[in-house]
């Protein structure tokens, strides 16, 4: 079985510095708008995933539809979810005034973890 390579979108992006994904000129995801327009609706609730790991990627046979749950397991099992943040990044999220969403994509982690940072009960990132 042939696995077909990763199309990644050269365009406008969003997300930051962290985890970017494509983003297209009417303001949606490049990989949600692929989903729909080449597999099919995307039921409320559910998330599209990239089997290849790489959010910038829009090859149809790469996306699949999953739980919030199901994108957490994904992040675990590939070690997303652990990511270590270096001490200048942790004095750059204390000092930002973004919201922890924003942070939260700009750094690649959760925005619960933004808010233990901002709030000083995580100390341990290195």
Known sequence: MLIAPCKLWTGSRTG????????????????????????????????????????????????????????ALDKAIRGRDCRKLSIAQVHEIRASVDSNNKLADIYGVSRILIGQIKSGTRRQFV
Not at 24 to 39: A, D, F, Q, S
Not at 42 to 57: A, F, K, M, R
């Open 16 to 71: 930051g510095r962290g985890r970017q994904y494509g983003q297209m000129p009417n303001g949606k995801l490049v990989h949600r708008e692929t989903y729909e327009k080449e597999i099919g609706p995307i039921p409320n609730g559910l998330y599209v995933l990239h089997s290849c790991d790489q959010p910038l990627c829009y090859e149809k046979t790469h996306l699949k539809l999953g739980t919030p749950k199901d994108n």
